[in-house]
């Protein structure tokens, strides 16, 4: 009988045993948040602390985060230090949004997401994945980070905007990682809910490359605008056109469609690179898991042809995934602030409280995960993916506002990898050792040079 592998431990902070000063947690925070957090975060229900900006409470427990995104989500707004950092990136996309704009967006939107559209995108989908591989056929070295960064924006960018965006393709992972460095930082300001008009020196440092995503999207609008009064009959049928016919005085305004796009340029595509690159990088690690996953596509692959079936017919592929989403989480925080003052049971929320619903830490609890450090696929695996409570697994969030694009990420991933690893495997070097750092994402500092072999 052959013994049983011990399971990979991918990199990760290690929890903080004493408390940081005020200067320390204000470097940390600036640096990288997932360093900041201790051994209580990580196994108490919720921490409740006055901290520098104000009180804040860190939300562990299930039950609590269903309070808090589900239950009560009324009387929860986002976080004024969260829209401190996004709002001028975003301004009044469907992530910063509040109110009657986030609900015109969101209605605007839902028809493209449905499971209709979504299954009409996996052709295209996997004709940009088939283009893209073409570059591993030599073999060599590569930055799998960059790599998935520049994947995910061509399927984004022929699916949701039917190739059409202005631009050079070239440039845009460099700059949305220019991006994330600068404005995508917490500011040590907004830490301190310092007044707006004090200058902030990572939003002044990111005005370049904001003005270029900008300058992007006013240019790509323009074009689709033009073809439909030129041409309409022919203009696609796609997320940007479908925005554009939200248009006028009961709708969206131009500038929110703008929103909208850069939101999806940027934080849309983004998220479901990193969770690309973080799950090729766990199963090159984890080899045994890996030959289970390549033995799987390779058996789908020969016989069902419609990618639009393959998310089900590959469920040790998608339980990779997810168990990379779970130790990487794209989107590691989920801040929210009550309206008024609320209580969870003895938990006392009290009026503008910080609250922190964190998939970095629930996704690593104590209570809540057996071996929480461990890349272990097998935690997904269809006969013991329902014992997986629905608030102790975060990676697209959870109640009104979850990730409209949930379905979207899942078909495109699993394409992704379906392609991506019956060709080609992908080996770590020396030199792989990524370091995960919270910049909206989650990011690996240093990239994930990797060597591909044609299989």
């Given at each position: 009988?052959?013994a049983v592998?011990?399971?990979f431990?991918?990199?990760?902070?290690?929890?903080?045993?004493?408390?940081?000063?005020?200067?320390?947690?204000i470097?940390?925070?600036?640096?990288?948040?997932?360093e900041?957090?201790?051994?209580?975060?990580?196994?108490?229900?919720w921490?409740?602390?006055?901290?520098?900006?104000?009180?804040?409470?860190i939300?562990?427990?299930?039950?609590?985060?269903?309070h808090?995104?589900?239950?009560?989500?009324?009387?929860?707004?986002?976080?004024?230090?969260?829209?401190?950092i996004?709002r001028?990136?975003?301004?009044?996309?469907?992530l910063?949004?509040?109110?009657?704009v986030?609900?015109?967006?969101?209605?605007a939107m839902?028809?493209?997401?449905?499971?209709?559209?979504?299954?009409?995108?996996?052709?295209?989908?996997?004709?940009?994945?088939?283009?893209?591989?073409?570059?591993?056929?030599?073999?060599?070295?590569t930055?799998?980070?960059?790599?998935m960064t520049?994947?995910?924006?061509?399927?984004?960018?022929?699916?949701l905007f039917?190739?059409e965006?202005?631009?050079?393709?070239?440039?845009?992972?460099?700059?949305?990682d220019r991006?994330?460095?600068t404005?995508?930082?917490?500011?040590?300001?907004?830490?301190?809910r310092?007044?707006?008009?004090?200058?902030?020196?990572?939003r002044?440092?990111?005005?370049?490359?904001?003005?270029?995503?900008?300058?992007?999207v006013?240019n790509?609008?323009?074009?689709?605008?033009?073809r439909?009064?030129?041409d309409?009959?022919?203009?696609?049928?796609?997320?940007?056109?479908?925005?554009?016919?939200?248009?006028g005085?009961d709708?969206l305004?131009?500038?929110?469609?703008e929103?909208?796009?850069?939101t999806?340029i940027?934080?849309?595509?983004?998220?479901?690179?990193?969770?690309?690159?973080?799950?090729?990088?766990?199963l090159?690690?984890?080899?045994?898991?890996?030959?289970r996953v390549?033995?799987?596509?390779e058996?789908?692959l020969?016989?069902?042809?419609?990618?639009?079936?393959?998310?089900?017919?590959?469920?040790?592929?998608?339980?990779a995934?997810?168990?990379?989403?779970?130790l990487?989480?794209p989107?590691?925080?989920?801040?929210?602030e009550?309206i008024e003052?609320d209580?969870y049971?003895?938990?006392?929320?009290?009026?503008?409280t910080?609250?922190?619903?964190?998939?970095?830490?629930?996704?690593?609890?104590r209570?809540?995960?057996?071996?929480?450090?461990?890349?272990m696929?097998e935690?997904?695996?269809?006969e013991?993916?329902?014992?997986?409570?629905?608030y102790q697994y975060?990676?697209?969030?959870a109640?009104?506002?979850?990730c409209?694009?949930?379905?979207f990420?899942?078909?495109e991933?699993?394409?992704?990898?379906?392609?991506?690893l019956?060709?080609?495997?992908?080996?770590?070097?020396?030199?792989?050792?990524?370091?995960?750092?919270?910049?909206?994402?989650?990011q690996?500092?240093?990239?994930?040079?990797?060597?591909?072999?044609k299989r």
């Open positions: 009988m052959d592998p011990t399971p431990i991918p990199p990760a902070p290690i929890p903080r045993t004493t408390p940081p000063s005020t200067l320390e947690m470097r940390i925070v600036y640096r990288n948040p997932l900041l957090w201790g051994e209580p975060s990580y196994n108490q229900p921490i409740s602390v006055d901290g520098i900006g104000g009180p804040l409470v939300a562990n427990d299930p039950g609590l985060i269903r808090i995104l589900v239950d009560n989500a009324k009387n929860y707004r986002m976080a004024e230090v969260r829209q401190k996004l001028p990136i975003l301004r009044d996309g469907l910063t949004a509040e109110g009657d986030w609900k015109r967006s969101r209605k839902a028809p493209v997401f449905t499971p209709r559209h979504i299954f009409g995108f996996a052709q295209p989908m996997l004709a940009r994945t088939l283009d893209f591989v073409e570059r591993y056929d030599a073999g060599g070295t930055d799998v980070a960059h790599d520049m994947l995910t924006y061509d399927i984004l960018a022929e699916t039917s190739g965006i202005a631009g050079e393709p070239g440039s845009f992972a460099k700059e949305i991006l994330f460095e404005m995508g930082r917490v500011d040590p300001l907004d830490l301190l310092a007044p707006d008009w004090m200058p902030r020196i990572t002044l440092r990111g005005r370049k490359t904001m003005a270029y995503f900008r300058n992007i006013t790509t609008v323009a074009m689709r605008s033009e439909l009064k030129s309409p009959g022919n203009a696609p049928e796609d997320f940007l056109t479908l925005l554009l016919r939200a248009e005085p709708g305004t131009r500038a929110e469609i929103d909208n796009i850069i999806f940027g934080a849309g595509h983004e998220t479901t690179a990193r969770a690309l690159g973080w799950t090729i990088y766990c090159a690690e984890a080899t045994w898991e890996r030959d390549e033995r799987e596509i058996e789908v020969a016989h069902e042809p419609d990618p639009v079936k393959w998310l089900d017919a590959m469920p040790y592929t998608r339980a995934f997810e168990e990379a989403l779970r990487y989480p989107a590691p925080s989920i801040n929210r009550p003052d209580s049971g003895e938990l006392k929320i009290r009026k503008r910080q609250v922190l619903v964190m998939p970095w830490t629930v996704h690593r609890h209570k809540l995960w057996d071996q929480p450090d461990a890349f696929p935690r997904f695996h269809p013991r993916r329902d014992a997986i409570g629905r975060l990676p697209f969030g109640g009104p506002r979850v409209i694009g949930a379905s990420a899942m078909q991933a699993i394409i992704a990898l379906a392609i991506l019956s060709r080609y495997r992908f080996d770590t070097l020396p030199e792989t050792k990524p370091w995960p750092v919270q910049k909206l994402t989650t690996p500092q240093g990239g994930l040079p990797m060597r591909v072999t």
